[in-house]
């Protein structure tokens, strides 16, 4: 069976605010450590009052000092927001801090919208140089030479490994063509998941960080004691992609009886559209979908999106994905 994974949303809630979600993520950590979960990652959002995590080393920071052995890191760092010296310092900070359990994935897109990307003072075209910003940081993480003008203290030498993610075939591309293992966000994008991955694996070149492809996949996973508290439980992430596209934008919402009275039928097509990777039930429904999941894609790891509201909840969710798939 391919490893379980976490991507942790870092949700804030009327009930949690932005300090309280990130001890929360902590401590999700630490359960999913105990439960078998490989690596739990973070990703970078700016200008969205539902999600804290746009600090993203920070946070990184934060879970790795809670946690032991489980993998932490970036899924991701959107590389275009950034100078790749400055994202090679932090991760190689961190690397120092948590050796051997720090992993930097990197995508294209800015994770946010353009009054943000002018906030932060990059060019509206920085993804286009995308492929050359993961090569110079790669740079950045190899030894440093002897006759080497520029360093980033304390990253030369770490050499923490890098991702790409993505939601097309450009990023299926970029890491075949570097050797780099690849994460496909089918949480929300999963139209071109299969034909992604085909690519991925067709095109594949070996590299010094790896020698044959390694695919992850993301999916949606929501988990409870019966098939019903489950959907009702989904409720909240399915307010929360209706919100995208009605304009709504704000925290996270307690799970409802009848989601139909919450979205309009426009949103409903839309919102169904993007989680159409998505499991939701219990344990038994929970194995045999992803178990399904995982014969599709063939992949290496799934990692599972727990969005459920209640943080005690969401611990409850990701216990049973665990039991779940080591029946």
């Known amino acids: 069976m391919s490893a379980l994974s976490l991507l942790e949303l870092v949700r804030v809630t009327p009930d949690t605010d932005a300090g309280a979600a990130l001890n929360n993520a902590r401590d999700l950590a630490a359960h999913a450590e105990e439960w078998g979960y490989k690596r739990i990652w973070v990703a970078e959002h700016h200008n969205m009052a539902g999600i ?22 970036a899924g991701g760092i959107m590389l275009p927001n950034h100078a790749p010296y400055i994202i090679a310092e932090q991760f190689g900070t961190l690397e120092r801090l948590y050796p051997g359990r720090i992993d930097l994935g990197l995508g294209r897109a800015p994770g946010t919208d353009q009054i943000a990307v002018r906030a932060m003072r990059r060019s509206p075209d920085a993804s286009d140089r995308f492929p050359q910003d993961v090569l110079e940081l790669q740079a950045f993480f190899a030894p440093a030479g002897p006759d080497q003008r520029i360093a980033a203290v304390p990253a030369a030498g770490t050499q923490v490994p890098l991702w790409i993610l993505g939601s097309s075939d450009f990023g299926a591309m970029l890491a075949a063509e570097l050797g780099l293992p690849y994460a496909f966000a089918s949480h929300f994008a999963p139209d071109m998941l299969l034909p992604a991955l085909d690519l991925y694996r067709s095109r594949f070149k070996p590299s010094e960080q790896l020698a044959r492809p390694y695919a992850v996949a993301g999916i949606n996973v929501i988990a409870a004691d019966t098939d019903a508290e489950a959907r009702r439980l989904a409720t909240t992430q399915q307010m929360s992609f209706a919100d995208i596209f009605s304009g709504r934008r704000g925290l996270s919402r307690p799970p409802i009886d009848d989601i139909e009275t919450y979205w309009s039928p426009h949103e409903r097509a839309q919102a169904t559209r993007m989680l159409a990777r998505s499991v939701v039930g219990s344990a038994q429904t929970v194995r045999s979908g992803l178990q399904e999941f995982v014969a599709e894609t063939g992949v290496d790891e799934v990692m599972i999106v727990s969005d459920v509201y209640e943080h005690h909840a969401r611990l409850r969710s990701i216990e049973l994905i665990a039991e779940a798939m080591k029946q």
Not at 58 to 72: D, F, K, Q, W
Request: glycine fraction near 14%.
């Open 52 to 73: 804290a995590s746009a600090a993203t080393s920070i946070v990184i920071a934060h879970i790795a000092g809670g946690t032991r052995t489980i993998r932490v890191g």
